[in-house]
């Protein structure tokens, strides 16, 4: 176990740990953060609902209608 080293990003500049807050892009702390990582409740629920609204997933590529295509 070494403490140096590793994933561990902390120890270069003493700061505690920070991570950005994937919705609105502040830093914001990890540690004894109950809504990371987001740094407030509000971005991880318009988070969630972003999630809910599909808006995440892939899009698909739909042929297009009404049409045969090949001329
Ligand atoms: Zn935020």
Do not use: H
Not at 5 to 31: D, H, M, S
Not at 37 to 60: H, M, N, Q, T, V
């Amino acid at each position: 176990m070494s403490e140096a080293g590793g994933n561990g990003r902390r120890g270069r500049t003493g700061l505690p740990l920070r991570v950005k807050c994937p919705q609105c892009g502040q830093p914001t702390a990890y540690e004894g953060n109950p809504w990371r990582p987001f740094c407030s409740e509000r971005c991880k629920l318009i988070d969630l609902g972003e999630w809910a609204e599909g808006r995440y997933a892939i899009p698909a590529e739909e042929p297009p209608e009404g049409g045969e295509g090949e001329t």
